[in-house]
């Protein structure tokens, strides 16, 4: 299940372009035995995805959850702390629910303030190490600074930087599935 916000929803992307849906192509190809649900909202917060995260979990019942909440978190400006506390409790609700859990962290943009930005990036790092779970550091990285590979509104990524994600994602998360 991969549980994020616009990023990983495919906002502005064409269907089955944005990087979840590459990641179901990419399991099949590799005949690994599982189904992708992508349970992301675009707009959402780790305070949001905390709230609806039983359910999800009830719903998809995942063995792996791709957990790439917080940017929106950071793009209001909200409490580091709050988003890591958010982060954990879902890690934990998913850990309980028997699915492994992959992070993924995020980074802002220089204009929130070097203090925040790096306050914002560590809370990740601090998420993975109290939680022991893997860390895919930014889902941007290799092209973050790269406008060619953002939308008009140079937040969200464009279709060519979905693959660039799913590589990302893909070497945090393959040390994690199983085949069956």
């Known amino acids: 299940m991969v549980y994020g916000d616009s990023l990983s929803a495919g906002y ?5 372009k944005d990087w979840a849906s590459l990641l179901a192509a990419r399991l099949r190809e590799e005949r690994f035995d599982y189904m992708v649900a992508n349970a992301s909202v675009s707009g959402e917060t780790t305070r949001g995805g905390l709230a609806r995260i039983a359910a999800s979990l009830e719903r998809h019942k995942p063995q792996v959850v ?28 998913s850990r309980k629910a028997g699915a492994r859990v992959l992070l993924v962290g995020m980074r802002l943009p220089p204009n929130y303030g070097a203090a925040y930005a ?10 993975a190490a109290s939680r022991n ?6 889902l941007f990285e290799g092209f ?3 406008r060619a590979y953002f939308q008009p509104d ?8 979905q693959p660039l994600m799913l590589e990302t994602v893909w070497k945090g998360l393959r040390p994690l599935l199983k085949r069956r």
């Not at 502005?12 to 089955?16: E, N, Q, S």
């Not at 580091?80 to 506390?85: E, H, K, L, S, V």
């Not at 790096?118 to 998420?127: D, L, P, Q, S, Y």
């Open 66 to 93: 791709v957990l790439a909440l917080g940017a929106n978190d950071g793009l209001r400006g909200g409490d580091p702390g709050a988003m890591r506390a958010n982060l954990e409790a879902i890690v934990d609700a």
């Open 12 to 16: 502005g992307v064409a269907a089955g």
């Open 133 to 138: 779970v893997p860390l895919v550091p930014f």
């Open 144 to 146: 973050a600074a790269d």
């Open 154 to 161: 140079t937040i969200h990524p464009s279709e060519k930087a």
């Open 118 to 127: 790096e306050k914002f990036r560590k809370t990740f790092a601090e998420v």
